[in-house]
Every structure is written in C-alpha cells, then in structure tokens.
C-alpha cells in the first residue's frame, strides 16, 4: 500500500510546483511591490510607537518567505533607509526560494539570507539563538499542521521591544472557497496538480449563478493570479480560516498583544454605520469587539493583516498623533488630493465593496500639502499660523483628528516620533 504523504511535504510538493504568488525575477526593474504587513512605514507606527531608525541596525526574519514580497520590500527599504539591517527569510520550499533569491540578486540586494527551515522546527534550529526586532509572516501559519505552534514558535524569536506582522485567511471573505475546495477534492480522483488545474478550470466555468463563490466578487487576486493563484485558492494541500475573535485568541495564547489591523477604518464599523443607536453600542465596545463586529457586518474580509508585540511594550507600540509626530503618507497622491478632494471636503474610497466617506477639516490641504515625512505636526502647525496667528495648538488638533480618521483609517497616512 502506498505511504501516505505527510502534510508538511504535501504543502512543500505544493509550493515546490506552483511557487505562489507568481513573480518573475525580470519585473524588479520596473517596480517594487510593495505590500502589508512588512511595510516599514507600517511596522514602526504599529510596533515601535513610530520610534524606530532604520538607518541604526535592525533584523528581521521573514517566515515562510515564498517567491520573496515581503523579503524584497523590507530589504529594499531597509537599504534604502541606509542602514546596516538585514532579513533573514525561511522558506520550505526552494523553488519559492530561487525566485526570491533571483529577484534579490535583480536588486542587487546583499541584506538578506536565505535559509530553508520550517517554521516549526525554528525552535530547534540555529536560528533559535537569534533575536529578531521584526518577524513577517504572511499568509503561511494557516497552511500549518498546528497554526498556535508555529506562532509560538515565531514569538519565541522576538526581541524585547520587537514585534511581528501577520497576514492571515479571513473566514467570511473566502465564502465559497471551501466548498469548492471539497467539491474539487471529490471529483479529482487521483488526478495529479496540472490535471486537477484543468480540472478546476473547468468547473469553475460550470458553477450556477447560485454558488457562493460566485457570489463573492472578493477573492480577485488569487483567481487572476494564472495557475499558481488556482492551486493556491482551490487546490491547496492544507488551509484554514479565521475569525477576529479566533486570532485574538491565538495571539493571546502566544503570549502576544494586537496593536492594529490593517486598514484600521475596516475595523471600525462606527466608520461607516450611520443608525446613531447602533454606533453607540459600537462605540461602547471594547476595540476587539468592535473588530469582531465589523467582521461580521461587513462579511467581506478575506485576509486579517495585523500588528502584534509582547503585552508589556503594548500600549505604547502605537504611534499616536502630537506635536512631535512626523506624518507620512503612503501611496497617496499629496497633491492631487490637495487639488481635488481637500475642497470637496470629504474623502471617499471604496474597500472590497464598502464604501467609506469621511468629512474633512477646512485645513486638510494646507496640512497635506506641507507633508513631507520630515516636518512635525508642530512644525506644520507654526508654518500655517504665520498666516493664521490664531492656530494655537488645541485648535490645529481638532484640524488634524477628522484627517488622521480620514487617512491613517484608509491605510495612506503613518506617523513616525521625532527626537
Ligand atoms: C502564500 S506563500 C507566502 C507568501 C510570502 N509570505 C510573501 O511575502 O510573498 C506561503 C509560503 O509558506 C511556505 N510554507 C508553508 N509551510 C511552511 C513551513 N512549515 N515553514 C516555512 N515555510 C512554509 C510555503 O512554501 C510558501 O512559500
């Protein structure tokens, strides 16, 4: 009789066939994907109370490194920040490993080493005489056997004052998934990966309007992403999802606290209920729950990416608005939105079907305009009041709160802490 496959290599068979997410190592040179969790503009707000220097040493271990996003960003960055850091990636499977070792080389990137471990097996590994400041793991504990053993496995490696991202399956947004999964299962026989590709292929072009996956519109990167997003979505050897509360309590169990998830507005459903009534009651909640509630109203949350440190160092890992506070936009366009949006007064985005819309201060294009990643919040405040005598400080504050709401809520705006 044949041997079963254990799990671990069937994942590892999985990833050694079909690397995910497809990346040719040639693209680098038109651009740097860059994501969340991981990035450093990310990692300082929501562990290092914005803190942090990239330019002074800094270590990172990227687990479960794949064909190398997060791998690349964070050394990219940390290069570019001019510093001595460096990234250590794991992986288990070496395909993945090459093509991110490819795309390094593409860069020219010499801060990171490439290792093939399982994250399980850290704890035993030389590795586990390391201290990481910084740990990504993004969408890989749900492919293992035991998800809370690999985390503790991981918090085992976080410094003191450290902490890690974390990216993973959200339950309700990967309605549909599932069942597919079963289905795919039962009709495959013994058909190998490439066959049951096809095989998935196929089906997918015979689901009635009534399938749930049919129904949810959400899953786009994966069933765009060629052959390697089908394996991954449909075929994989082994995934689960989660629930807000469920992460809460794995994180708790690890030791950990959450510092914030990834774009905060989503998890704030006070952003977009209207019914006064029922936003009290949100109000009123403990910031998890209200998590856990915006999960369950917005029902499209296919991936939970999120911020977590040791308890001690949680109420002062979040950087938080003040005089000293450097504001930093990301991927926003500062002065189309100066042009453009500011004077209507209000921002809109749509997130996975969910449309948001937050009022704007009067002052929100003379403070996105003055921007620059350097200037403090104090240092803005004085520049307009050259103009505008009257801006004492408590008066720029209630200018820049309905604004931070607005872009910290929709994930454009970050704040490091000068000094
Ligand atoms: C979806 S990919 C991760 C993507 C990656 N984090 C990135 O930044 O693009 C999942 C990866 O987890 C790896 N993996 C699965 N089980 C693992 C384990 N036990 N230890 C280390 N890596 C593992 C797989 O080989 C695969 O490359």
Same mark, same amino acid.
């Given at each position: ?7 671990? #290599?069937?994942?590892?068979?999985? !990833?050694?066939? !079909? %690397?995910?997410?497809? *990346?040719?190592?040639?693209? #680098? ?12 503009? +990310? ?8 803190? *942090? ?35 250590? !990636? ?78 993973? @399956? ?7 998934? @599932? %069942? ?37 519109? &959400? ?25 807000? %509360? +469920? ?87 500062? +002065? ?19 449309? &948001?819309? &937050?009022?704007? =201060? ?15 919040? +104090? ?9 505008? =005598? ?9 200018? &820049? ?19």
């Amino acid at each position: 009789m044949a041997k079963e496959v254990p799990s671990t #290599e069937a994942v590892r068979a999985q !990833y050694e066939a !079909y %690397p995910y997410p497809a *990346r040719d190592p040639r693209d #680098e040179a038109k651009r740097l994907i860059a994501g969340s969790p991981s990035h450093i503009l +990310e990692v300082n707000h929501f562990i290092f109370g914005g803190r *942090r220097d990239f330019g002074k040493p800094f270590r990172a271990l990227v687990a479960g490194g794949g064909t190398g996003d997060a791998a690349i960003m964070l050394a990219q960055q940390l290069a570019d920040a001019g510093g001595p850091g460096e990234v250590v !990636y794991v992986d288990v499977s070496e395909a993945s490993r090459r093509i991110a070792e490819a795309r390094a080389q593409a860069r020219k990137l010499s801060n990171i080493r490439f290792l093939g471990v399982s994250i399980p097996e850290l704890p035993a590994s030389p590795l586990a005489r390391e201290r990481f400041d910084y740990i990504d793991c993004c969408g890989v504990l749900h492919h293992l056997d035991d998800p809370a053993q690999g985390l503790r496995a991981l918090a085992g490696l976080i410094a003191d004052d450290g902490g890690m991202g974390l990216m993973l @399956y959200g339950e309700l947004g990967r309605t549909g998934v @599932y %069942p597919l999964q079963a289905a795919v299962r039962l009709l495959a026989g013994a058909d190998d990966l490439p066959a049951r590709v096809h095989l998935v292929r196929r089906v997918l072009k015979q689901l009635p309007e009534t399938n749930w996956l049919k129904r949810n519109p &959400f899953l786009g990167d994966h069933l765009n992403g060629g052959d390697a997003g089908l394996v991954d979505l449909f075929l994989h050897a082994r995934d689960r999802a989660y629930r807000v %509360p +469920e992460i809460a309590a794995m994180i708790t169990a690890a030791g950990l606290a959450i510092t914030g998830f990834v774009e905060p507005a989503r998890y704030d459903p006070g952003a977009y209920v209207n019914d006064p009534e029922i936003a009290k009651r949100i109000h009123a909640l403990p910031w998890l729950e209200r998590a856990a509630v915006a999960e369950a109203l917005a029902g499209n949350m296919r991936k939970h990416v999120f911020y977590v440190v040791k308890p001690a160092n949680a109420e002062r890992a979040v950087a938080s608005p003040g005089p000293n506070a450097v504001p930093h936009l990301r991927e926003l366009d500062a +002065e189309s939105f100066v042009k453009s949006v500011a004077p209507r007064r209000a921002v809109a985005a749509t997130i996975d079907g969910i449309p &948001f819309r &937050f009022p704007l =201060p009067p002052l929100s294009a003379a403070i996105v305009g003055r921007i620059d990643g350097k200037r403090t919040l +104090e240092g803005i405040r004085k520049d307009l009041a050259e103009v505008n =005598p009257a801006l004492a400080w408590p008066e720029f504050e209630k200018q &820049f709160e309905p604004l931070y709401r607005a872009l910290h809520g929709l994930g454009k705006l970050y704040l490091s802490i000068a000094g």
